[in-house]
């Protein structure tokens, strides 16, 4: 079962990973100052779910644990990544941030009780 922990290790793997791949598709060198802020992020929006929603309330994995949430933020990043009134940097920060927070999503999904449709 993933606990805080783990949703933030893994949240701050994929905040690199998106930032490192994004600078190796548009050619632009990382910097240290990036790679620690992706890291930082990823881990902070990987816990979003859980503090929206948390672990022990009645309400855990409702709206913001669900298929229909993951299915909205990937919607409105792919809408965001294609945007060109949007500079790169911001389109960055969208990748890093719905990555992220679908590594919850994600990891909540293997555990028995998976993710609900919209609320359980």
Request: glycine share 10%.
């Amino acid at each position: 079962m993933a606990n805080l922990r783990t949703h933030f290790a893994v949240g701050g793997l994929v905040g690199l990973g998106s930032y490192l791949l994004w600078k190796k598709l548009h050619q632009e060198p990382a910097s240290l100052s990036g790679t620690l802020l992706s890291v930082l992020g990823g881990c902070l929006i990987a816990s979003l779910p859980d503090q929206f929603e948390p672990a022990n309330s009645p309400g855990h994995r409702a709206l913001f644990h669900s298929l229909v949430a993951g299915g909205i933020l990937e919607e409105v990043a792919r809408k965001k990544l294609r945007d060109p009134l949007l500079n790169p940097g911001e389109k960055q920060l969208w990748l890093i941030f719905a990555l992220s927070y679908g590594s919850h999503l994600f990891l909540d999904a293997l555990t028995p009780s998976g993710l609900p449709l919209l609320r359980k």
